[in-house]
């Protein structure tokens, strides 16, 4: 059975996490998509396999997602990532870790890299969606939206159609995030670290395109680069076939790292 626990970051904040902990041990840090929690398939089997080969591990709520506390319309990418980088600090410490980034995770996941470039020896990214803010909404968004966005601080944008029984998503968009993204921007950057970059795309992703994780491994010059498109795969890649196929990967990693 999973056990939650929350970690205090402020008297107002307060974080939802899952963990496996180990004082001296490499860790897996599993940071999820936008609008996302931690009670999904990825996290639990993410966890499982942590546990079962006796490795830290780590999956944070931000601030405003799932139970964490926090107004989810409030939020934005930096405070997101200042969140993971808090977590991290807190509870994975001075250990090493394997960073997995799901969605925006991965984004999250890459602004990581500036305060952890000693003990993050790996990076997972499942369907990437860095900069998917300027790129996938505000570019694509109609004059309409925008100017509702620009005039009343937020607009609702529904994704998905429930007419042909898909799931239809529902996000309150606010000018604040839309314009902290554009002081996220990462793909044009390099990290050059020798570490192992593995990338996971569903073949019928319809939100976001290949070319993020192409993008995002071009980010890593020297590292040992992988992309994976996943044959029928959708955006979120978190059945059971296709998480089996990404743990494969993973042991890869870990066994390079040990």
Known sequence: MKKFKYLKISKTKKLRYIDNYYKEKLYIIFLPGFMSDIDGEKPTAFRKYAKKNKLGYLAIEYSGHGKSSGVFTKGNISEWSNDAERSIKKIVKKNSFILIGSSM????????????????????????????????M???????????????????????????????????????LIKDG??????????????????????????????????????????????????????????????KKIIIELKKIVKDVS
């Open 105 to 136: 995770g991965s984004w999250i996941s890459l602004n990581q890299f500036k305060s952890f470039k000693k003990q993050i020896k790996g990076f997972v990214g499942i369907g990437s969606a860095p900069e998917f803010l300027e790129k996938l």
């Open 138 to 176: 505000w570019k694509k968004f109609p004059k309409k939206i925008k100017k509702e966005i620009k005039e009343k601080g937020v607009s609702i944008i529904k994704h998905g159609d429930s007419k042909f029984k898909k799931r239809q998503y529902e996000y309150p968009i606010t000018y604040q």
């Open 182 to 243: 554009r002081k996220n921007k990462i793909l044009s950057k390099k990290i050059k670290l020798k570490i192992s970059v593995t990338m996971f795309h569903g073949q019928k992703d319809e939100v976001v395109p290949v070319s993020f994780s192409k993008n995002v491994l071009k980010i890593f010059p020297n590292a040992k680069k992988k992309l994976f498109i996943v044959k029928n795969g959708d955006h979120s890649l978190s059945n059971k076939k296709s998480l």
